[in-house]
């Protein structure tokens, strides 16, 4: 059986007022759970200094949170890890609180598109809780993603607590990953890891001056229930060379 192609709904839309109401509308788009294999598995990331400070990856059955400011390599860990779980045939959902997702920045990552589901809430924050609360519910995916974009912290601080207490109950329940990103936390102690990313400087190609081979960033582990905390690796990105 082939793989879905996964494409925005008006239901969607209709999320902020009632989530529960748009299932029927949703079902098309969710997969029974049984078509993801119930592993315990962390979902690695693709990155392997990340990969072996989380103890492998981000978690199943768990919230996690991936934060840094702008350009601190925060939207790439995003990327790689669904890029990493649809190489080797898995679901992904994103719910793009901001609509800040460049498909083509994705697919240049290696991210299947048609084997995401990417959910546009046009910066409507409570949508984007519900709709990722729907999603998790509903089964079948191996990681759903609820980007914040660069929302101002005055915004963030509106993240209510019954919200996350939901989704973090939900994903209990499901083999998936969970991953909240933004420019600051907003889970608290109701995540399971916190990774804090900071810009780490650049890697310069070898053979030439002022040639930029890509950027390197600190990923520090603030908080995790299975591993200590405050350890920290550095993450390079390398540069695609132009043909």
């Known amino acids: 059986m082939g793989t879905p192609a996964f494409r925005p709904t008006a239901a969607l ?7 529960l109401s748009a ?7 969710l997969v ?17 200094p990340l990969d072996a400070l989380l ?7 768990r919230l996690s949170e991936v934060v840094g400011p702008r350009t601190s390599g925060r939207t790439s860990v995003l990327l790689q890890t669904l890029a990493r779980a ?9 719910v793009d609180v901001t609509d800040s997702l460049d498909p083509a920045s994705a697919r240049a990552l290696g991210v299947e598109l048609s ?14 809780f519900r709709a990722a609360d729907v999603i998790v519910r509903g089964g079948g995916f191996d990681v759903v993603a609820v980007d914040l974009g660069d929302l101002p912290p005055g915004t963030l601080a509106r993240v209510s607590t019954a919200a996350v207490v939901r989704l973090q109950r939900g994903v209990e329940a499901a083999p998936t990953a969970l991953l909240l990103t933004g420019p600051r936390r907003v889970a608290g102690s109701l995540a399971s890891v916190a990774v804090a990313l900071a810009r780490d400087g650049l890697e310069w190609a070898r053979g030439g001056p002022g040639l930029l081979a890509g950027f390197g ?13 405050d350890a920290a690796v550095r993450v390079v990105w390398q540069l695609a060379r132009p043909r």
């Open 86 to 94: 649809t190489a080797i045939g898995g679901l992904v959902a994103l």
């Open 217 to 229: 960033a600190e990923a520090r582990l603030v908080r995790s229930r299975e591993r200590a905390p």
């Open 55 to 61: 103890g492998g990856g981000f978690p199943r059955s």
């Open 32 to 48: 029974s759970p049984g078509r993801s294999q119930a592993t315990r598995r962390p979902v690695p990331t693709g990155l392997p």
């Open 23 to 29: 299932l029927p509308e949703l079902a098309p788009f």
């Open 13 to 19: 839309g209709r999320l902020e007022r009632d989530a």
């Open 115 to 128: 084997q995401l589901l990417w959910v546009r809430c046009g910066g409507r924050l409570l949508a984007g």
